[in-house]
């Protein structure tokens, strides 16, 4: 990870300070800049001033006059505090359009979170209808009308997934609404955490093709399909079931002529659990806790066959 949970603010999305307005009335900092060049009784030809009579300005003139240290010293008070609210204001604005800006990324890109803090990177954790441009892009592919799942029933889900490499990538996922919110905080739990998940795309970018969605090492959720060499719907058709790094955590099989059925193929190296290796999910582990802490059932523990990379919720 190249950066620690709260620390540093987002200062560096400092803008221009001057765009904004202050908030301190007549301690304006331009009110500031007036009177450090003007005489004592030029002070009362400020706006808020004008309309009083003459002995009124004299009056608030020669009061200020009795008193040019303090003044002063309220004055420079003042105008850091303004200075530090534009700041402030001027970061909040500038992390804003940024967040805005990652949200519009397609999924795998890489950003760069140095320096940000919690809130800002909360932001991108988030949860959404599908809309007209998912439904375009899903329907006929993992997505088809049936009497099992209805659209509205789905969400989907936007993330940040620390990669294998160590960059900060962007993520998302279809889930059933009910399990939306725990697969929100499972993956920024995740990600703080700096746990390696390598890709995590909607099954479009495959086709809809599950195999070939595992062979990427791609994590994923809802499609709308039956159980591999079934016609029973498997979880994922309800968006209650994720698989996280298949490559690494396959599915394993050992058949009644005690031959094994690993998939994706590619990961059979990683069917034996006793051996040692990264991305490897099993009991105890970050990834295993999450899951079950939020109500998940892990596919490596079912006893006739092994899903490793399994996680599901039963019930809608
Ligand atoms: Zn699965």
Same mark, same amino acid.
């Given at each position: 990870?190249?950066?620690?949970?709260?620390?540093? +603010?987002?200062?560096?999305?400092?803008?221009?300070?001057?765009?904004?307005?202050?908030?301190?009335?007549?301690? =304006?900092?331009?009110?500031?800049?007036?009177?450090?060049?003007?005489?004592?009784?030029?002070?009362?030809?400020?706006?808020?001033?004008?309309? &009083?009579?003459?002995?009124?300005?004299?009056?608030?003139?020669?009061?200020?006059?009795?008193?040019?240290?303090?003044?002063?010293?309220?004055?420079?008070?003042?105008?850091?505090?303004?200075?530090?609210?534009?700041?402030?204001?001027?970061?909040?604005?500038?992390?804003?359009?940024?967040?805005?800006?990652?949200?519009?990324?397609?999924s795998y890109?890489?950003?760069?979170?140095?320096?940000?803090?919690?809130?800002?990177?909360?932001? @991108?954790?988030?949860?959404?209808?599908?809309?007209?441009?998912?439904?375009?892009k899903i329907?006929?592919c993992s997505?088809?009308? !049936?009497?099992?799942?209805?659209? =509205?029933?789905?969400?989907?889900?936007?993330?940040?997934? +620390?990669?294998?490499?160590?960059?900060?990538?962007?993520?998302?996922?279809?889930?059933?609404?009910?399990?939306?919110?725990?697969?929100?905080?499972? +993956?920024?739990?995740?990600?703080?955490?700096?746990?390696?998940?390598?890709k995590m795309r909607l099954v479009e970018y495959y086709e809809g093709d599950d195999v070939k969605s595992m062979e990427d090492n791609n994590t994923s959720?809802?499609n709308?399909r039956?159980?591999?060499?079934?016609?029973?719907?498997?979880?994922?058709?309800?968006? +209650?079931?994720?698989d996280?790094?298949p490559?690494?955590?396959?599915?394993?099989?050992?058949?009644?002529?005690?031959?094994?059925?690993?998939?994706p193929? =590619?990961?059979?190296?990683?069917?034996?659990?006793?051996?040692?290796?990264?991305?490897?999910?099993?009991?105890? &582990? @970050?990834?295993? !806790?999450?899951?079950?802490?939020? &109500?998940?059932?892990?596919?490596?523990?079912?006893?006739?066959?092994?899903?490793?990379?399994?996680?599901?919720?039963? &019930?809608?």
């Amino acid at each position: 990870m190249r950066w620690k949970k709260g620390t540093g +603010m987002i200062l560096s999305l400092c803008l221009c300070a001057a765009a904004f307005g202050t908030s301190c009335g007549k301690h =304006s900092a331009k009110g500031q800049e007036e009177r450090a060049g003007s005489q004592p009784g030029e002070l009362a030809k400020e706006p808020e001033d004008a309309a &009083g009579g003459p002995s009124e300005e004299q009056g608030q003139a020669d009061g200020r006059q009795d008193k040019p240290a303090e003044q002063g010293l309220e004055d420079l008070r003042c105008q850091e505090e303004t200075a530090a609210d534009q700041d402030a204001q001027t970061a909040l604005a500038g992390a804003s359009s940024k967040i805005a800006e990652i949200k519009e990324l397609p999924s795998y890109s890489i950003v760069d979170m140095a320096g940000w803090d919690e809130t800002s990177v909360h932001a @991108l954790f988030y949860a959404q209808e599908i809309s007209d441009e998912i439904y375009a892009k899903i329907n006929g592919c993992s997505y088809r009308q !049936n009497e099992d799942i209805a659209l =509205s029933e789905l969400r989907y889900l936007r993330v940040l997934h +620390m990669g294998m490499d160590g960059e900060t990538r962007v993520g998302e996922l279809i889930v059933h609404e009910s399990v939306s919110q725990d697969i929100l905080e499972i +993956m920024e739990a995740l990600y703080w955490a700096g746990y390696p998940i390598e890709k995590m795309r909607l099954v479009e970018y495959y086709e809809g093709d599950d195999v070939k969605s595992m062979e990427d090492n791609n994590t994923s959720a809802f499609n709308y399909r039956a159980i591999a060499g079934t016609d029973k719907r498997s979880n994922h058709s309800y968006g +209650m079931a994720i698989d996280i790094n298949p490559l690494y955590n396959p599915y394993v099989k050992v058949r009644s002529d005690g031959s094994v059925m690993v998939s994706p193929q =590619s990961g059979s190296r990683y069917a034996d659990r006793e051996t040692d290796f990264p991305y490897k999910i099993e009991r105890g &582990g @970050l990834c295993y !806790n999450l899951f079950v802490e939020h &109500g998940f059932t892990w596919g490596g523990d079912w006893s006739s066959v092994k899903d490793y990379q399994h996680f599901e919720k039963s &019930g809608t």
